[in-house]
């Protein structure tokens, strides 16, 4: 049973603007630290990186491990993919090493009259927005332990937070990239 959402994705490949912003290879160590229903984690891991999901909202964690599963017992690889209920900080703590941080922060309030699909309707209302003061709080937190870049997804015409290093557009959505704070002289 492999998900329409991740097949539909996956098609397109290392082409898929969240595969480049990532450097999506196979190996790479992707710590997917806001992980909600995992979708995004699962096109890394299809794509051949090695994802570590962390949820840290209960609710959104068990439907996650729901489905998480499913899609590992159905793969039959499921050395590709792990997850936690925790705070991705809690992580980083504990020396996790990764090479790249993925954050997808829930989206405020939709800025047109369009709400967005139910099943994002329903995890916004579980894990509700953080501020971009708290966005950019992890941002430098997850700065310090990404080895080669923290890939954060953003609404296509929201303000960027800080100053990433680049960006990867898609249609609707924005890839801020921002490398490591050992990798350039100003944090």
Not at 13 to 18: F, K, M, N, P
Not at 109 to 121: D, E, F, I, N, V
Request: aromatic share 6%; hydrophobic share 40%; charged share 30%.
């Amino acid at each position: 049973m492999e998900l329409p959402d991740v097949r539909r994705r996956v098609r397109q490949g290392r082409r898929l603007a969240l595969a480049r912003a990532c450097d999506a290879r196979p190996g790479l160590r992707v710590h997917d630290a806001l992980a909600g229903w995992g979708t995004d984690g699962l096109v890394l891991a299809a794509l051949g990186c090695r994802v570590h999901l962390s949820e840290r909202n209960a609710e959104v964690h068990r439907i996650l491990d729901s489905r998480l599963r499913a899609e590992s017992l159905a793969r039959a690889r499921p050395d590709f993919i792990s997850w936690e209920h925790e705070d991705a900080r809690d992580r980083w703590r504990s020396g996790g090493d990764f090479d790249v941080v993925y954050l997808d922060p829930m989206f405020g309030k939709h800025p047109k009259t369009a709400l967005p699909g139910k099943q994002m309707q329903i995890l916004a209302n579980l894990v509700g927005e953080m501020s971009a003061g708290e966005i950019a709080e992890l941002i430098g937190q997850a700065r310090r332990v990404a080895g080669s870049r923290v890939v954060v997804k953003r609404r296509a015409r929201t303000e960027a937070i800080g100053r990433p290093a680049w960006q990867i557009r898609a249609r609707s959505v924005r890839f801020d990239v921002y490398l490591p704070v050992s990798r350039c002289s100003s944090a």
